[in-house]
């Protein structure tokens, strides 16, 4: 039965998770963080992470990752097809409408329309992140002075390192890097 759920859930992704991968993020994390609890929220920004590390999208690779996590190479497969399948099924219509009739007119209508809530989709799923990386914790504590020193150096730096264009895969490799050496640090000065 957990097949078929992760199948379902994420073939929903899969149809609504338009405006790629990190639009799929706040629909995969209420599926598997908020409604099945299946994960916590940092085990779901884990598998994000590892998802925008490893090559492909990072929303077919979250899915696999998930379903992995879930319900083992099974409950993988499932999630992947499951995310796959609405968008193969989709794109050979949208084709077929397309080299028919040209232009759709009202389709673009609907796509620009949806822009903004996918925009919307994404600041929710990165605030959350925010949240969880400078406060350590899954929602936002009533006590905002409690940040997590470690989480907000690691935060600035990544920020300049953007800023200046920085490549994902250094970011990714330097940040990992400065979080070992800065959390042995803190446990060598406890």
């Not at 097809?81 to 673009?108: Q, W």
């Amino acid at each position: 039965m957990i097949y078929l759920i992760l199948f379902w859930e994420f073939a929903k992704v899969g149809i609504f998770c338009v405006g790629g991968g990190y639009a799929s993020m706040p629909l995969i994390q209420a599926a598997v963080v908020d409604t099945y609890h299946w994960m916590s929220l940092g085990e779901f920004v884990d598998i994000f992470t590892i998802s925008q590390m490893t090559p492909g999208p990072i929303g077919i690779n979250a899915a696999t990752f998930a379903g992995m996590k879930i319900a083992g190479i099974p409950g993988a497969v499932c999630a992947t097809v499951g995310f796959c399948t609405p968008s193969l099924f989709l794109g050979i219509i949208l084709a077929k409408l397309f080299f028919r009739y040209g232009d759709i007119g009202p389709i673009r209508g609907i796509l620009n329309g949806m822009r903004p809530a996918v925009v919307a989709l994404i600041a929710v799923a990165g605030i959350s992140f925010v949240v969880l990386a400078l406060w350590n914790t899954e929602t936002l504590p009533e006590d905002l002075s409690a940040l997590d020193p470690l989480g907000v150096i690691i935060l600035a730096l990544s920020l300049v390192a953007v800023r200046r264009k920085v490549g994902v895969i250094k970011l990714l490799a330097g940040t990992g890097v400065a979080g070992l050496a800065l959390g042995l640090a803190q446990q060598m000065l406890r």
